[in-house]
């Protein structure tokens, strides 16, 4: 389980126009709350979210450092929601939700296939449907990825929910038959050679009859 820390500090204002000053000076508004926690107003360095996006930690716990006029509290969160900007692409607003260590949560795990299917190896497809899956469990149960053996799969065949091992104290919470990974048949078209007639005016082909039969003529018996 990687934990990152973040710092924070709280904010005393939540209008729009000391958020707007906040986003100028390099901050970003955000959020903290849970079940179990009154909701905490905070503002987190845009760099440092930045950062945690580039190294893909924005999904992974984070331990927010929070500065509340000089006296400081450890949070363990999870972004909830990451807001940007449609035309700038700057984060706009950022929701952390608390962990309870204690509690079962819901996570989306990254798949880590491995070999080679013997279908690509037949000629086939191989199609990836879902590259990660979503599991209940605590917390300090939760991993990293996991790992998937593909080298199985024939051509017409797929890999289901249901198939996937996932280490003990993981549920699987997506369909049993949702499709994971398939080996698709490679589809070729062959176009006809098209039989088109001559053209007016010209030679007919060798072989083929140039013209009618003369027609013989018949004389009148007296």
């Not at 500090?9 to 209008?15: D, F, G, L, P, S």
């Not at 199985?152 to 996937?164: F, R, T």
């Not at 003990?168 to 049993?176: I, N, S, T, W, Y």
């Amino acid at each position: 389980m990687e934990i990152t820390d973040l710092a924070a500090q709280v904010r005393k204002e939540q209008k729009k126009g000391p958020a707007r000053r906040l986003r100028q000076q390099g901050l970003v508004p955000a959020i903290f709350y849970g079940k179990a926690t009154e909701n905490i107003q905070l503002a987190v360095k845009s760099a440092d979210l930045f950062r945690l996006h580039k190294e893909k930690k924005d999904h992974a716990f984070i331990k927010l450092i929070i500065d509340d006029g000089g006296s400081k509290v450890e949070k363990l969160s999870l972004i909830k929601e990451l807001q940007t900007q449609p035309l700038s692409g700057k984060f706009y607003h950022a929701d952390f939700y608390e962990v309870d260590m204690k509690k079962k949560l819901a996570f989306d795990v990254e798949l880590n296939f491995t070999g080679r299917a013997i279908g690509v190896e037949n000629g086939g497809e191989l199609q990836h449907i879902k590259r990660d899956i979503r599991v209940l469990c605590l917390p300090t149960d939760l991993p990293d990825h996991i790992d998937v053996d593909i080298s199985a799969i024939d051509i017409g065949h797929s890999l289901k929910v249901k198939d996937i091992v996932i280490p003990e104290g993981l549920a699987h919470l997506d369909p049993p038959e949702a499709a994971v990974v398939a080996v698709a048949a490679i589809r070729v078209v062959k176009a006809e050679e098209a039989q088109e007639a001559p053209a007016e005016g010209a030679e007919p082909a060798e072989g083929a009859a140039a013209a009618e039969p003369a027609k013989e003529d018949k004389k009148e018996k007296k």
